[in-house]
């Protein structure tokens, strides 16, 4: 069984949805970021970089989400193109691009508003983020363009990153300003596994806020 070190709504609802898309049972392990246990030596021991998610498959442990997918998709033989051929080539390019892309802007932004030491802090950084945010979402729109998911026809695992970033930036407020976009965002982000995922992440934050 898989297990998954996540805490509720980080990156790790990806792997969390990725598993409930591939319908596959998983062990879900809470790392408390609020009590600093993603510092402690045992989580340091599976992920070195004392970030979440991780997982652990058998011998496997494995850090960074958008290599997680890859691996879950390849393991299970779902959500996931044939490897040489050109939607898997797709695949790769949206991978890439919406991690180092069209997520850092928002990452940048996120950590100069409450991630970083106060004393660290940029505001300015902000600004640039959304800026910079701006401009690589109007890559995202023209990759998009008529398809139904970034890789072509078919939902994957690049749609789960895509869809999260996504939604990031509309929690941060940012205008998904294009119409392809938007509908992608309200298509993707309505898949019942991502509810259920959802779902299943607040009953383990409502079980750890109750201990």
Request: charged share 25%; hydrophobic share 40%.
């Amino acid at each position: 069984m898989i297990k998954i070190f996540s805490y509720p709504a980080t990156r790790g609802v990806r792997v969390t949805w990725a598993c409930e898309e591939l319908g596959i049972d998983y062990d879900y392990k809470i790392v408390n970021l609020y009590a600093g246990e993603h510092r402690g030596p045992d989580y340091l021991a599976v992920a070195p970089t004392g970030k979440v998610p991780a997982i652990q498959d058998g011998e496997i442990t494995l850090v960074e989400s958008g290599a997680i997918l890859t691996y879950l998709a390849d393991k299970f033989g779902k959500l996931i193109p044939k490897v040489g051929s050109a939607e898997r080539a797709y695949y790769e390019q949206a991978m890439y691009f919406v991690l180092t892309e069209l997520e850092q802007p928002l990452w940048t932004m996120a950590k100069h508003k409450f991630a970083f030491p106060e004393d660290k802090r940029i505001p300015q950084a902000i600004e640039v983020g959304q800026w910079e945010f701006s401009k690589a979402l109007e890559v995202f729109s023209k990759m998009l363009g008529n398809n139904t998911f970034i890789a072509g026809d078919d939902f994957t695992m690049a749609d789960i990153i895509a869809g999260h970033t996504l939604s990031w930036a509309q929690g941060f407020k940012q205008d998904l300003t294009y119409d392809n976009v938007r509908a992608y965002a309200e298509r993707v982000l309505g898949r019942d596994a991502l509810k259920r995922a959802r779902a299943f992440e607040k009953q383990q934050k409502d079980a750890l806020e109750k201990v």
